[in-house]
């Protein structure tokens, strides 16, 4: 049984599609290509269990359609698995359709969060075979494999589909699989170098993206996408972190590993796993960057961090206002925003932020107040960089809950969900709200921040790095231009 995971081609005057592995889509000018780790698992998972499996990234590989199309009809799958979001659904249930003539006995698949939103819906609006919904679809592509090659006898909960003519499922996924199970991902198979360079997290070359957990500890923010994929947290052993770690570093000669678990555990587990980085002498040889939460970790914590060799730390600022901060669940103050990238950049580490505008219920000058906040972290370097975006209710999410039933969003057409405009309505213009996050990214400009980040150079991996971001905010302007309609 041939199984192929792709992304196809994405054509957009927008950008280039920011898909794998992303829990906010967005176009970019200047491309970004980060390690799909999930579908990565599942690509390994299969080659062990005897299936022929062939990855095709035509986003990072930037076929055209009619590769693409080329290399279906040459291999002729048995199953071509697809990972969506919201505003290129309607894409895919296109592509889906395409397939079907191409190859006419491949069965298609799709999974991501926006079909474990609303399953039904890919059924109605295309021809596609199964949705597999929750974030282990990893697991349940194996078993889906396995059903249909006759090696097991039941499908998992979360596995939708058609029966004669109606669709039906096996019931409401669950998350029971033991993490510590998951094998050393194939990075061979999955062509791991097609991300290994155009990432703009990455200050070492090659690099690579890992998950310890899946996915947040906190998991409550009413805007992130992934609490509908793991309304649980579950890790992997830090031994067997460190293992992978290991393999990374001996096999593949990695310099920088991001771990893209929503929130990196804490705890016990991350003493283990920094005085075991430490210990097998990993923090010598690579950097590590993570995602974390503010207010989650002592001064004592970030030092040890710094001596494992952490680098970047990726912190979810979302608003400087008190009452936005209570509202999406963030259980977070503004003085733990400040307090926390004082306390990191203290020991050593880089705080990343990100910060979004556009929320329903803030005025215009509540938006400038998180301007205000983000500029001044990164002009006194308590921040170093900066991602910025427009807020964008996700099907699944409490917000997109709570905006339906406020009369709070201006469209269903996900094509719009892509942060290139407001979907929730605000109580300023479109070109306000574009110009906030222009703002943003207008600080690589500032003179402060400028000298900052000259007097930090301290060889030519920080000027090549330096140059890399400033291509990257300048990618970021055009990015939120106003669109004239």
């Not at 192929?4 to 599609?17: A, D, F, M, N, Q």
Request: proline share 5%; net charge positive; glycine share 8%.
């Amino acid at each position: 049984m041939k199984i192929l995971i792709t992304y196809p081609p994405i054509s957009s005057e927008k950008g280039v599609p920011l898909l794998s592995q992303n829990r906010q889509f967005q176009y970019f000018k200047e491309p970004t290509y980060i390690y799909p780790v999930v579908p990565a698992h599942a690509a390994t998972m299969l080659s062990r269990a005897g299936f022929e499996v062939l990855w095709k990234d035509c986003i990072a590989e930037n076929c055209s359609d009619d590769e693409f199309n080329s290399f279906v009809k040459s291999k002729q799958p048995d199953l071509i698995v697809i990972e969506t979001k919201t505003p290129v659904v309607k894409k895919h249930w296109q592509i889906v359709n395409r397939l079907k003539t191409i190859a006419p006995a491949a069965k298609s698949v799709l999974v991501g969060d926006h079909v474990t939103a609303l399953p039904e819906e890919s059924f109605e609006h295309s021809r596609v075979d199964y949705v597999l919904t929750g974030g282990d679809y990893d697991f349940l592509l194996l078993n889906l494999c396995s059903y249909l090659a006759g090696k097991t006898q039941k499908l998992e909960e979360g596995i939708y589909f058609r029966q004669s003519g109606a669709v039906v499922n096996t019931g409401k996924f669950k998350l029971d699989h033991d993490l510590g199970d998951l094998p050393a991902i194939e990075r061979a198979l999955t062509q791991w170098a097609l991300y290994a360079y155009k990432n703009g997290n990455f200050k070492s070359t090659p690099g690579t993206y890992i998950m310890s957990g899946r996915d947040c500890w906190w998991g409550k923010c009413t805007f992130c996408s992934w609490p509908s994929l793991y309304p649980k947290f579950r890790v992997r052993p830090a031994r067997n972190v460190l293992s992978e770690i290991g393999g990374l570093i001996d096999t593949y000669r990695i310099k920088e590993i991001m771990d893209d678990t929503g929130s990196f555990p804490v705890g016990d587990w991350l003493q283990e796993f920094c005085k075991g980085m430490i210990a097998a002498g990993y923090n010598k040889k690579i950097s590590f960057d993570c995602n974390m939460r503010f207010g989650a970790l002592s001064s004592k914590e970030y030092a040890l961090m710094k001596d494992a060799g952490f680098r970047l730390l990726l912190f979810g600022i979302e608003s400087a206002n008190q009452r936005t901060l209570d509202r999406i669940n963030k259980n977070l103050t503004v003085e733990q925003i400040i307090e926390s990238c004082k306390a990191a950049r203290l020991a050593g580490l880089y705080p990343h932020i990100t910060i979004m505008f556009g929320y329903p219920w803030e005025s215009y000058e509540d938006a400038q107040k998180t301007l205000a906040l983000g500029r001044w972290l990164l002009k006194k370097g308590y921040a170093y960089t900066v991602q910025a975006t427009v807020v964008i209710p996700y099907p699944g999410t409490k917000l997109f809950e709570e905006c339906g039933k406020d009369n709070n969003l201006r469209t269903f057409n996900w094509d719009d969900y892509d942060m290139k405009q407001p979907v929730m309505k605000v109580t300023y213009s479109q070109e306000a709200l574009l110009s906030l996050v222009r703002g943003i990214y207008n600080i690589a400009y500032n003179p402060e921040f400028i000298l900052r980040r000259l007097f930090s150079i301290r060889g030519k991996g920080d000027i090549d790095y330096f140059v890399r971001g400033f291509r990257k905010v300048v990618g970021h302007l055009f990015d939120f231009q106003h669109q004239h309609n």
